[in-house]
């Protein structure tokens, strides 16, 4: 089992990034299509959604993971904690600038099992570039140096909970059918007008968390406990 002060970064950026407004957004309207069977195409969609990122994940572990090595033990030096802290800052600020205006979300052509695979590999390929919470928990569970027997779990676990939301509403979905509707059309609208502002908080959250790890991992550890940031994140 990994350490706690890489546990609980890690599955708070989980649970941030349930908040994807494509993958939610898709979903939603899978959900609301009012096909004869939604069950299929929608886990085939969060399957390649999951098996995309976690095959993504895997490479920029190992990947990272070498190039640490291959500096001679970076990972637990300062220069490392400060190119974090200075990611995380360039992020929180950015996360104030960032245009908030709305996206026309995509949506699937048709719900055969192709096509439904090929929006989930287009969705990882066009929404990696700004998975935030996920460079940020391989980031913490490269630089810990867990092994593979520990990354490889917590890696899938993260995954699975990253589609978790979409498969509880389908579970809501199929319990209550056309009485959860009107709920459901609610939420699509707000993810359909609201996804670049969500992203937004998740932006400033995650360089929030890499600017106090960065800063940490140089030996600022007594500046930030003067402010009291290293004693509420330990009562997280």
Known sequence: MPPWEVLLPVAGLALLDTLSPATLGISLYVLLSGARSV??????FLGTVALFYFVLGCALVLGLGVLLETLGGLADSAPVGWA??????????????????????????????????????ATGLLEGGTAFPYFGAIGIMTTAGLPAATWLPLLAAYNAVMV?????LYLGH???????RPRLE????????????AMGWIIGLV??????NGLAQTGAVAALEGVGVITFLNGL
């Not at 995380?88 to 048709?110: C, I, N, Q």
């Not at 199929?174 to 959860?180: K, Q, T, V, Y």
């Not at 609610?186 to 502002?197: A, D, L």
């Open 164 to 168: 978790l939301p979409p498969v509880l």
């Open 186 to 197: 609610r939420w699509r609208t707000r993810v359909e007008s609201g996804s670049r502002e």
């Open 84 to 121: 974090m802290a200075v990611l995380g800052g360039g992020l929180l600020v950015y996360s104030f600038l960032m245009p908030t205006k709305p996206r026309e979300p995509r949506r699937p052509a048709s719900f055969r099992t192709v096509a439904m695979v090929g929006l989930g590999l």
């Open 174 to 180: 199929r319990a209550l059918g056309e009485r959860l």
């Open 207 to 212: 360089g929030f968390l890499l600017l106090v």
């Open 39 to 44: 069950a299929r195409p929608l886990f085939t």
